[in-house]
């Protein structure tokens, strides 16, 4: 601290003096021409790791898988969440980062992630299609479904009811 004197230590030797302006008393402090911070930078070593190299694996599309992705990246009659994620898998595949991916799509990261991780695991074209979800199988048979709804197609009438009103 500045405390009767001029000039602090424990800063390196940075000099105060009072300013008085329209009746309010200022400090103003001079730092030295070369001035080190005290504590020391906690981002050091995260600047000193770039450029970030990915420890995820490579994706290497054959041949057939990646003539069947670019039809589909390009595609305009294929649901878009299909077109998307041929997308994501050839820009992968050519060694494009995550990150520029997403500002490319216009999409998020873990999507990204997601996607790439997928097809690591169970293949470039088997990733394309969504995986089976979570929930309670279906509890009417599949007859008991086609009778409900060939009843619901037919006529009130022809089933010897009253007509609609």
């Not at 009072?18 to 030295?32: E, G, H, M, N």
């Amino acid at each position: 601290m500045l405390e009767g004197s001029d000039t602090c230590a424990s800063c390196g030797g940075a000099t105060a003096r009072p300013v008085v302006s329209d009746s309010l008393l200022v400090f103003a402090i001079k730092l030295p021409s070369v001035y080190s911070p005290p504590v020391p930078d906690p981002w050091r070593d995260r600047r000193e790791a770039l450029p970030f190299h990915s420890t995820r694996a490579k994706l290497v599309l054959p041949t057939e898988a990646e003539s069947r992705l670019k039809a589909l990246a390009h595609s305009r009659t294929e649901p878009a969440q299909q077109v998307e994620r041929a997308q994501i898998l050839l820009a992968y595949a050519a060694g494009e980062s995550i990150n520029a991916m997403a500002r490319r799509l216009g999409t998020n990261r873990p999507k990204i992630e997601r996607c790439v991780n997928k097809a690591l695991q169970i293949g470039a074209l088997a990733a394309l299609e969504d995986l089976p979800g979570r929930g309670k199988p279906a509890t009417i048979p599949a007859e008991a479904r086609t009778w409900v709804v060939s009843l619901a197609c037919q006529k009130p009438k022809d089933l010897g009811l009253e007509e609609e009103l």
